[in-house]
């Protein structure tokens, strides 16, 4: 492989994992938005089990994700540099988290799943974050849907065109900035209705109109989390700007030498499976 060219994802997303990956996406949009959806006269909307009950269910869905992704594409070299990154990233995400709202952990998801793939982006991002929360002991409700936010982090950035050298860091910088704040509003949709109770001008009103309740929520964020939002955003993007190209660099240098796209064959001489590289 020549070292100007494209790296192929590491875990080409089949039919039954993409399938899987809408599915999961499909039922994350709706524990996330919950508050939004919910009927006024339903239990959920007026008891405060709606969190637990969505994170159980999300918790799930990720696990089905995660192995059906990796049951085709996950060799033990692959599994070695998921095992690396979402290390790297359980010990920095200390490093920065809960400092007006500094973020050192999602710039390492965007360039694990730019590199590698959607589908490798998806899991870096939910072992990541599964990772950290075990170091942290941020072990909680709230952590599948943390997983899958940072999933759809590492999605997205495997998603993202073609583009090399100044412009894939424009590129990068450009959805870190969008899926740090999209990350922090999705996670504030999750808690919300029980945050600030049901008696101020941001409170959630079960029944009341949609645009209305969502009126109240960017009212919400602006004035609780924006602040955070953006720190998180800024820092993951000064972080691809400053390290990411030596990064990018490193990890597709990585990904050639182990080949992770080379065919497999048997040799004629030993009978046994070997694998088969490019000039």
């Given at each position: 492989?020549?070292?100007g060219?494209?790296?192929?994802?590491?875990?080409?997303?089949?039919?039954?994992?993409?399938?899987?990956?809408?599915?999961?996406?499909?039922?994350?949009?709706?524990?996330?938005?919950?508050?939004?959806?919910?009927?006024?006269?339903?239990?959920?909307?007026?008891?405060?089990?709606?969190?637990?009950?969505?994170?159980?269910?999300?918790?799930?869905?990720?696990?089905?994700?995660?192995?059906?992704?990796?049951?085709?594409?996950?060799d033990?070299?692959?599994?070695?540099?998921?095992?690396?990154?979402?290390?790297?990233?359980?010990?920095?995400?200390?490093?920065?988290?809960?400092?007006?709202?500094?973020?050192?952990?999602?710039?390492?998801?965007?360039?694990?799943?730019?590199?590698?793939?959607?589908?490798?982006?998806?899991?870096?991002?939910?072992?990541?974050?599964f990772?950290?929360?075990?170091l942290?002991?941020?072990?909680?409700?709230?952590?599948?849907?943390?997983?899958?936010?940072?999933?759809?982090?590492?999605?997205?950035a495997?998603?993202?065109?073609?583009?090399?050298g100044?412009?894939?860091?424009?590129?990068?910088?450009?959805?870190?900035?969008?899926?740090?704040?999209?990350?922090?509003?999705?996670?504030?949709?999750?808690?919300?209705?029980?945050?600030?109770?049901?008696?101020?001008q941001?409170?959630?009103?079960?029944?009341?109109?949609?645009?209305?309740?969502?009126?109240?929520?960017?009212?919400?964020?602006?004035?609780?989390?924006?602040?955070w939002?953006?720190?998180?955003?800024?820092?993951?993007?000064?972080?691809?700007?400053?390290?990411?190209?030596?990064?990018?660099?490193?990890?597709?240098?990585?990904?050639?030498?182990?080949?992770?796209?080379?065919?497999?064959?048997?040799?004629?001489?030993?009978?046994?499976?070997?694998?088969?590289?490019?000039?």
């Amino acid at each position: 492989m020549k070292p100007g060219s494209v790296v192929k994802p590491v875990m080409a997303i089949g039919p039954r994992a993409a399938a899987a990956l809408v599915l999961a996406s499909t039922v994350g949009l709706m524990a996330f938005a919950w508050p939004l959806l919910v009927e006024p006269g339903a239990e959920l909307a007026q008891g405060t089990d709606a969190p637990l009950v969505f994170a159980v269910l999300l918790l799930l869905v990720v696990g089905v994700v995660v192995a059906e992704v990796g049951e085709g594409g996950l060799d033990a070299k692959a599994l070695a540099m998921l095992g690396v990154l979402s290390a790297l990233g359980a010990a920095l995400r200390p490093l920065g988290a809960g400092t007006a709202g500094v973020e050192t952990v999602f710039f390492l998801i965007v360039l694990g799943g730019r590199v590698f793939g959607p589908g490798f982006g998806f899991v870096q991002g939910a072992v990541t974050l599964f990772a950290s929360a075990l170091l942290t002991g941020g072990v909680g409700p709230w952590l599948p849907f943390q997983m899958l936010g940072a999933a759809w982090v590492g999605l997205g950035a495997g998603l993202l065109p073609p583009a090399r050298g100044r412009f894939e860091i424009v590129l990068l910088s450009g959805w870190a900035w969008v899926s740090s704040l999209l990350y922090g509003l999705a996670l504030n949709l999750t808690f919300w209705p029980f945050t600030i109770g049901a008696a101020t001008q941001l409170s959630f009103v079960p029944g009341d109109p949609l645009l209305e309740n969502l009126h109240r929520f960017i009212l919400f964020t602006a004035a609780t989390s924006l602040g955070w939002d953006v720190g998180r955003a800024v820092t993951t993007t000064i972080l691809i700007v400053l390290v990411g190209p030596a990064v990018l660099a490193a990890l597709r240098r990585a990904a050639r030498r182990a080949a992770f796209d080379a065919p497999i064959r048997f040799d004629a001489d030993t009978g046994g499976p070997a694998r088969s590289r490019g000039k």
